[in-house]
Every structure is written in structure tokens, then in C-alpha cells.
T-cell receptor, first 113, second 113 residues
């Protein structure tokens, strides 16, 4: 099973709202990732968690706040977003102890109004 | 740093035609190479991978061979189907980081019946 699940599938929020995106995997992977993908572009790495600790932050604005409550779950808390933050947000996981391929979830389509 | 260059397309083929999408890379050391596919409205799916020189990755009729001498990882399929219509991303990981996927810009493939 190589499934990564994400909720919600779609999200519309105003610029003053607070919302959260959720990601879950049960493959025993200890690395989890958040990516942002704009239309017709490849995904851009935002954050990496390794063993539930933040390992990489690609200079993401503080209005995006990641959280890794346990080895299976990854959240992305959103606050005071801008319309240009509208995008597809992808979660991924990998077992980087064995190999490096990352498995992606279906994404959350976020629209900021 | 690492980089991936792939033909941008779009590529339009008739059903049962032969497909080649070129991908070349720049990286230090011995990266792992991947092809991901993204169907409309979905996340990325790992299509195939190769981890060392001369490895051939294959899946669902698609193949790609890790060519270190030409730093290439071209994707091929002998007979495409309408259901293969998607965006294809060439990617690599390595060269000092086990977490950062470097993507090409993606190639949109449309297969007509």
C-alpha cells in the first residue's frame, strides 16, 4: 500500500480565515513533505519533516505553519493567506532509510478569496 | 546544484503511436532518477524509477534507462493510449540531499483516439 491521503479535497477561504490541511500515511515512512503546485508548474518544496522534526523550511512565509503530531500525520495551518497562495497543496512521504522515492497524496485545491 | 531539463511540449499523439519524452540532468554524485505522472485534477504518481547507471525502470508499458554517460533518463512507450494523457515530470534526488526532489518543468501529453 503506497497511499497518502489528504483532506479536504477542496478549500475556499477568505484572507482573514484560519484553516488547516491534513495529511496521513500508514506506510511507516519517517519523512513527510508539503509542496505547493501552481498551474502548469512542477511542485515546489515547502517543508520537510524527518522523524517528526522540522528538517527543511524553504523560506516559506509564516502564514503557513506546519505541524507533525506523530509519525503518520502532517498538518499545514493556514492564516491570513493572500490570493496568490491559491494553489494545489500536495503532501508526500518517503522511507529515506531505504530509498528516496516520494509518494504523493491527491492534494488539496486551495482558493483564497 | 541539481537541475533537470525535459522537453516541454505539449506533445500530441494518436493512439498506438510511439512516445519519447527526453530528460537530461545535472547533478553531483549518483542521483536517483524518477518519472512521475499527474493526471488532470490529481496528485503525482510515481511511474518508474532507477537508482544506478544502466538501471531500467519500467511500469505500465513505460520504460526509462539511467544513462550516466549522457546524463539522460528518457521516457518511452511503444503504444500510447488515450488514458495516458497527463503531465509527465522527470525528477531526481541526490547530490547531497536525500529529501529535495528536483523536477523538470513537465511535459503535457495528449493522446487522441
Amino acid at each position: 500500500d503506497t497511499e497518502v491521503t489528504q483532506t479536504p479535497k477542496h478549500l475556499v477561504m477568505g484572507m482573514t480565515n484560519k484553516k488547516s490541511l491534513k495529511c496521513e500515511q500508514h506506510m511507516g515512512h519517517r519523512a513527510m513533505y508539503w509542496y505547493k503546485q501552481k498551474a502548469k508548474k512542477p511542485p515546489e518544496l515547502m517543508f520537510v519533516y524527518s522523524y517528526e522534526k522540522l528538517s527543511i523550511n524553504e523560506s516559506v512565509p509564516s502564514r503557513f505553519s506546519p505541524e507533525c503530531p506523530n509519525s503518520s500525520l502532517l498538518n499545514l495551518h493556514l492564516h491570513a493567506l493572500q490570493p496568490e497562495d491559491s494553489a494545489l497543496y500536495l503532501c508526500a512521504s518517503s522511507d529515506h532509510r531505504k530509498s528516496y522515492e516520494q509518494y504523493f497524496g491527491p492534494g488539496t485545491r486551495l482558493t483564497v478569496t | 546544484g541539481n537541475s533537470v531539463t525535459q522537453m516541454e511540449g505539449p506533445v500530441t499523439l494518436s493512439e498506438e503511436a510511439f512516445l519519447t519524452i527526453n530528460c537530461t540532468y545535472t547533478a553531483t554524485g549518483y542521483p536517483s532518477l524518477f518519472w512521475y505522472v499527474q493526471y488532470p485534477g490529481e496528485g503525482l504518481q510515481l511511474l518508474l524509477k532507477a537508482t544506478k547507471a544502466d538501471d531500467k525502470g519500467s511500469n505500465k508499458g513505460f520504460e526509462a534507462t539511467y544513462r550516466k554517460e549522457t546524463t539522460s533518463f528518457h521516457l518511452e512507450k511503444g503504444s500510447v493510449q488515450v488514458s495516458d494523457s497527463a503531465v509527465y515530470f522527470c525528477a531526481l534526488i541526490g547530490g547531497g540531499s536525500n529529501y529535495k526532489l528536483t523536477f523538470g518543468k513537465g511535459t503535457l501529453l495528449t493522446v487522441n483516439p
